[in-house]
């Protein structure tokens, strides 16, 4: 099980940047897929992006691609979403999730392949 505390959260104008970090507790981090999920209000909990244990492959979903990038630093059990270019409709609560798997070369983007979660952190963006 890995424990998972997001940060970086905020109210931004549309245009500007945000960048979320999630550090992790617990021995699975490294061997973990880590992804980004958000979640805006009367929606569903949406993939946003997801990089593999080594960091060797990145995943995004569509409508952030160009504008968002995912990272991790396993030596310090972190993982990272910058956020460029926000929008309006990128207004949300960003939750970090680390997979139920170990050492696997695919991103999921589907919520149940991810075991543990954070709490979540809240990213406003004004127009």
């Known amino acids: 099980q890995v424990q998972l505390v997001e940060s970086g959260g905020g109210l931004v104008q549309a245009g500007g940047s945000l960048r979320l970090s999630c550090a992790a507790s617990?021995?699975?981090?490294?061997?973990?897929?880590m992804g980004w999920f958000r979640q805006a209000p009367g929606k569903e909990r949406e993939f946003v992006a997801g990089?593999?244990?080594?960091?060797?492959?990145?995943y995004y979903a569509d409508s952030v691609k160009g504008r968002f990038t995912i990272s991790r630093n396993n030596a310090v059990n972190t993982v990272y979403l910058q956020m460029n270019s926000l929008k309006p409709e990128d207004t949300a609560v960003y939750y970090c999730?680390?997979?139920?798997?170990?050492?696997?070369?695919?991103?999921?983007?589907?919520?149940?392949?991810?075991?543990?979660w954070g709490q979540g952190t809240q990213a406003t963006v004004s127009s």
């Open positions: 990089v593999t244990w080594s960091g060797g492959s990145t």
């Open positions: 999730a680390a997979s139920r798997g170990a050492f696997s070369s695919v991103v999921p983007t589907n919520p149940l392949a991810f075991g543990s």
């Open positions: 617990g021995r699975s981090f490294s061997s973990s897929v």
